[in-house]
């Protein structure tokens, strides 16, 4: 995992964002938010078990199949099953320790 504050977010209202291996935050002092960089160490997993490639097809292709439904791309993001388990397991700090593979069919 390799955490780098990237300006290219400054202007967005993206907090972090994960791009197999790299961590990319907007703040520099997000390096110390725990649930924020768990968050995207769910990401990093799940990206490893789908093979980088298949995640981000699957992720956009999930992303557009739910704004179509929700007309809304808010509510298309978080409700992608990769967000969904992400935003329900970030607080939970021994999460990836217990975490069985291909969990975010659970979140479908």
């Not at 791009?19 to 490893?48: A, C, G, S, Y």
């Not at 078990?49 to 557009?64: C, G, K, N, R």
């Not at 388990?85 to 979140?107: C, I, Q, V």
Request: aromatic share 18%; with cysteine; net charge positive.
């Amino acid at each position: 995992m390799i955490i780098v504050c990237q300006r290219l977010l400054k202007n967005t209202k993206i907090s972090g964002i994960t791009l197999f291996p790299f961590i990319f935050l907007r703040k520099t002092e997000d390096r110390q938010n725990k649930v924020l960089i768990d968050h995207e160490k769910i990401h990093l997993r799940q990206q490893l078990e789908l093979l980088i490639i298949p995640f981000y097809i699957w992720y956009l292709s999930e992303y557009y199949i739910k704004y179509l439904k929700y007309k809304d791309w808010t509510m298309a993001y978080r409700n992608i099953s990769f967000e969904r388990e992400a935003f329900a397991n970030e607080e939970n700090p021994d999460y990836l320790k217990k975490r069985k593979r291909w969990r975010f069919r659970f979140y479908l």
